[in-house]
Structures are given as C-alpha cells and as structure tokens.
C-alpha cells in the first residue's frame, strides 16, 4: 500500500537520529532542523492501530500548519516551512516534559473522573451539579507529563514546580500562552460554526526563548462540538455531536477494545478505513473552512521524500 504512509525510514544529509511516535516520524538534520512527517498512522488509548488512514497525515498537518500560522502573532513557533502536505520542517527546540491540557468543558478524561465521583483534576476544583459536556465557568489547565512510552499522567502544578519539572518563571509563561492560544482557537472555531471544547499544547524552549512546538487545534489534539444545536442537546440531556476522533474511540470502545491489557484491538476492514478518511477530511473542511485537495497519493513515501530533499537542497545550498 503506497497511498498511504505507516512508517518512514528515509535517509537524508546532516540526518542526527529519527525518533517515531505515535503518528510522527521526526528527523533531527545537524541538531538545528526538526523534519516531521505527519504519517497515516492512527491511535487510540495510547495504542497505535494495525491500519493507516488515507489521507489522515496530510489533514493535520495542514490544520497544524494553518493554526501555527493563525496564532504567530501570540506565541512564536517552531514551523519554518512546509514543503509537502504531511511535512512540516521547524526549528529544533528542547522540549518541556510536560503538555498543557486545556479544558473548556466537562468532557472526555474530564468528564470519566467527574463521573468516578472526583471532583478535582491536576489540582484544579471542579464544581458540583455538572453534567457531560457543560461548560466550565472558566478553562481549565490540567497539564500532563509527557510519557516516551505509554500513558501521559495527570499532574498539577504545584507537583510540576516541586519536581522542578518546569521553572516557576517558565510555567506561567506556558500557562500565559495557553490561554491566549486557546482564546483565539475558540474565538476561530466560533467563526466555523463549531465549539472548541479541549485542546492540548507542547511548548519547547531554544536560545532561551519559548516556542509552541508540535501540532495545534488539530481533531488528534483536540476535541470540537457543534456549536448549533449545542444547547438543545445539554438541555435534553443527549450527546453533543462531535468533529474529533473520538468517534473512533467509541467504535473501538463498542467492540471490547479501551487499551487495557490482553484485549484485542478489533478488525479494522476496508469499509471503516475508507470511513475514517472521509471523517478526517470533513474534519479538515469543517475546522478551516477550505476545500480540501487531495495530494498526489499514488506513492506517497516517495512523494514526500522527495520534496523533504528538494527543500533541505534549496535550505543548505
């Protein structure tokens, strides 16, 4: 299968190491360049699945690219170019250990731990007489740490300060940008019709100066409502309409499978795939507002590394 990519293993001049996440491969060119390659790779509960999505990496890296250029103006950011649909090349920055969650609603983790019967996360209050998707009366940061391997953590802050995971001064600048990123992510999502409902943001640090790095507002990164019909639905007690992945987790969570161990993950045919695409590109046009143009996919490794090597000439010449 090339109209998909699972996994890259390119070489290319000044290639340092590549490390390969969860949907990311990322090349490290002379400790100056980050190349990453937003693969077709999907996850769920931390897991990734057994099939790529067509199409799916070219979707958030474009939204990711679109909003890190939407929210410059907030935060510098580690993109410099984007030289194919799936790639972004961006400054290499020493990433902080932990992720700034933010959470505008009550749903998803949240809303499981509220349900438990806790009524507070990462040390932050939660109010009685909630219900599933309400709204909090302000956003809520509720950081993890950032796991290599396996499940991130809820962590608070003050945990975050007494470890010295993140210096006093640094964090509430991470908290700072947080808000403001999330403010104009909701004011943007407002004006698409939809609800950004919790998001999260990686940060990283170079020449001492604080960048947002990685994805943002992404349907992986993030989860949207639709915003018509919001307050219909709340009142009658039904479920939100999401644009988010997390109808994949539900298919999954309805055929025995939640990450845990010795369950399988379930069959994944030709038919699902194909409509996993589909949501991904709706995704796409919902959240920008753009048609979106199906990139040449009749071999996409060799697309892509092409014009990695076409850029990285043109960068070094």
């Known amino acids: 299968m090339q109209n998909a990519i699972t996994r890259t293993d390119f ?9 390969i996440g969860k949907v990311r491969d990322v090349y490290n060119i002379d400790d100056e360049l980050l190349i990453m390659v937003t693969s077709d790779r999907i996850s ?10 067509p199409y799916k990496g070219q979707v958030l890296n474009q939204i990711a690219s679109k909003f890190l250029d939407d929210t410059s ?36 983790h949240a809303w499981r731990e509220y349900k438990a019967g806790k009524r507070s996360i990462c040390g ?29 953590e809820d962590i608070s802050k003050e945990e975050i300060l007494k470890q010295n995971i993140v210096s006093q001064e640094d964090y509430e600048m991470l908290e700072k940008y947080t808000m403001a990123i999330f403010e104009r992510g909701t004011q943007i999502a407002n ?33 949207y409502f639709y915003k018509e019909g919001y307050e219909d639905r709340q009142s009658k007690g039904e479920p939100q309409k999401q644009l988010s992945k997390e109808f994949v987790r539900e298919w999954l969570m309805a055929n025995g499978f939640q990450g845990k161990e010795g369950q399988q993950v379930p069959f994944m045919d030709d038919d699902f795939v194909d409509l996993v695409s589909e ?33 990285l000439e043109a960068y070094y010449r």
């Open 11 to 19: 070489t290319f001049p000044g290639l340092k190491s590549l490390y």
């Open 44 to 53: 769920a509960f931390d897991v990734v699945l057994p099939r790529a999505i």
């Open 191 to 223: 004006g698409m019709g939809l609800i950004l409902v919790d998001t999260k943001y990686e940060f990283g640090k170079a020449n001492g100066e604080i960048f947002l790095i990685d994805e943002i507002h992404t349907p992986d990164s993030s989860r």
């Open 279 to 311: 949501r991904y590109i709706e995704l796409y046009e919902n959240i920008t507002g753009d048609k979106f143009e199906r990139a040449d996919a009749s071999n996409v490794p060799a697309r892509v590394e092409s014009n990695i090597k076409k850029f």
């Open 124 to 152: 932050v209050a939660m109010p009685d007489g909630m219900k599933e998707n309400d709204m909090f009366p302000n956003p809520i940061i509720t950081p993890t740490t950032k796991a290599s391997v396996g499940h991130d």
């Open 73 to 108: 103006d907030i935060v510098p950011n580690w993109k410099i170019a984007t030289p194919d649909p799936m790639v972004t090349v961006g400054r290499l920055c020493e990433p902080f250990k932990v992720e700034m969650v933010i959470r505008g609603y009550l749903s998803g």
